[in-house]
């Protein structure tokens, strides 16, 4: 079993930053790949960005591509969304989750955080 618990959100205007965090109970960090979704209001949850679980292997989103980073500290038990030059379509509930393989599908990933809202005004 793996809680995670993320935080880092809040209210930035377009062309800010933040730094998200997730982090991970329990000893097994290491074994899970790492992603970050996110969901605003009456849309899907969508992928933003995942982490393997060894080499680092990072994979994005078109939206997130060269804008957004991931990355994960194994000795913290935590993974990290760098989010830089943000926007406004960027506004929304950012979610981690661990599972097997660094996916963009949801349904791949095991445990889940409760998430943290991101809003960013124009």
């Known amino acids: 079993q793996v809680q995670l618990v993320e935080s880092g959100g809040g209210l930035v205007q377009a062309g800010g930053s933040l730094r998200l965090s997730c982090a991970a109970s329990g000893r097994t960090f290491r074994r899970y790949a790492m992603g970050w979704f996110r969901q605003s209001p009456g849309k899907e949850r969508e992928f933003v960005a995942a982490?393997?679980?060894?080499?680092?292997?990072?994979y994005y989103s078109d939206s997130a591509k060269g804008r957004f980073t991931i990355s994960r500290d194994n000795a913290k038990n935590t993974v990290y969304l760098q989010m830089n030059s943000l926007k406004p379509e960027d506004t929304a509930v950012y979610y981690c989750?661990?599972?097997?393989?660094?996916?963009?599908?949801?349904?791949?990933?095991?445990?889940w955080g409760q998430g943290t809202q991101v809003t960013v005004s124009s």
């Open positions: 989750a661990a599972g097997g393989l660094p996916a963009r599908q949801k349904a791949l990933y095991d445990y």
């Open positions: 982490i393997s679980q060894s080499d680092g292997g990072t």
